[in-house]
């Protein structure tokens, strides 16, 4: 069933093209990657989602819901985590969700309790919070409330191993109360790791969409070699390893190199391609 | 099309993040006010000797121009009233525009933005938090005012004249308000906050040009709400003034509304 879904959506600032012609849907209970370069169009198309902008064409709807009309109605479900958190500087952390708790209803989660497994200070003033932290406070508003979908921008930027760690396992508990998370990064291992479908987009236009799960079941090589006449090699192989391993036994081989392709691998040639 | 208990969440957090910008405006204004208003027995001696030395122009330009109203509390408080309205105007102005503006500059309106509310009760909200907080200012110049013209207003403090000037008056400080509202209503990615205090400035002198030129080019008098609701205007009360209260009020209001509508309609400028 699509949660989301992207029809002919443009957005153009004056005459540049900042999205082309997205059309893509996201099944609910999973986790999307959104993957692309610096400008590539990945916040226009979340900020366009929660109506932050409008699309200059084209329809975003979510759970049927128009995103313009009933951006209020979205709202009540869904949660966002910007790229880089900003909140008001002369207030507390705490003054901050007690705010935020007068608009979740049904809340079953104490920001302190969250707030305590982050390791985050409630009684800090915003202004004296480092980027870490702030993304700690944006992470714990968008966990108060019940959430049928997750937006986040680069929710890891700025946090240290282990709080990213932790940050996950939050968002796995998510996944499992069926919540669907729309995860726009450029940190290609978390995607890997985390992620059930990657979309990858490319100058405003999606070039690719990758299903991690079948990728996960079809494992790839990547052969490097040089031979002793100093010519060298470098290919993808999928299939039996025996084979492989007799086809270049017949090669007077200087150097060799097996390595399994990792979806890193695969995403990195979108960023370096032109 | 809005929920007021949203409209009431969000008006009580602007309230409070910018509660030390409206007690410092608060407390600024009284103590001007104030420090004026007590010197009023003094003034008509001080006023004869020193303004009579001055320009006709300048004294006019400050709105001074009748040295008898200094000997009258109300006349006086109306003449000093009229200079610190620019003040509160300004104050008005700025402090409106940023109530929209800083949350763009700043980024804190995809925080904002991202409850479920609608762009119509972030306005309405920052429109209530503006108005409430020039009112508050307005309100210290008049508490001012009226704890000296106890002290030492004598016979011609009249409490109900202060009050009048006061109220009528304020409509300048909405109309600017409105005016400042309508343009980051429209857009942020200009000085919302510059753009305004000049149109006001702008308005200021074209009242001040009206009132000199007199019969060549009155009509810019109506141009100007410092003039047109200067205290005598508000005193006398003709039809002129009450027609100009009710065009003022119009202006005002669609300013509010169409502010309220390009709001809506466009993009988030973050």
Redesign the interface.
Known sequence: MSLITFENFCKYYGKFCAVNNLNFSIEKGKIVGFVGKNGAGKSTTI?SL?????PTSGKITVKGLDSIKN???I??FT??I?S?????D??TVK?LFE??N??YKNNNTSYKDLAKYLELDINKKISDLSLGNKKKVSII?ALLKENEIIIMDEPTNGLDPLMQQKFFDLILKEKQKSVTVFLSSHNLSEVEKYCDEVIIIKNGEIIDTIDMNKHKLEPKQIVSYTTQENTSNTFEFSGNINDLIKDLSKINLATLEIKNKSVEDEFIKYYQED | MFEMKNIGKLLSFSIKTNIKTIIGWCIAIFSIMFMYMILFPSMEDMASIKLEAMPEELLQFMGMEDMSSLSNFSSYFGMIYGLILIAISIFTATFSSNLIAKEEKNKTIEFLYSFNVTKTEIYVSKVVTAVIASSLVIFSAFISTSICGFINGGDTFKFNDVLTITKISAITVFFFMSFSFLISGATTKISTAMLSSGFLLILYVLGYLGKLLEDKAKFLVYLSPFETFNSNNILDLHSNTIISIFVYFLITLLFFILGGILYNKRDFNV
Not at chain 1, 50 to 54: E, F, Q
């Open positions: 900020r929660l109506n932050i902008i409008s951006s209020k109605e709202k009540q949660s966002y910007p880089e958190p900003f909140f008001y002369n207030i003054q705010f935020c007068k608009f508003q």
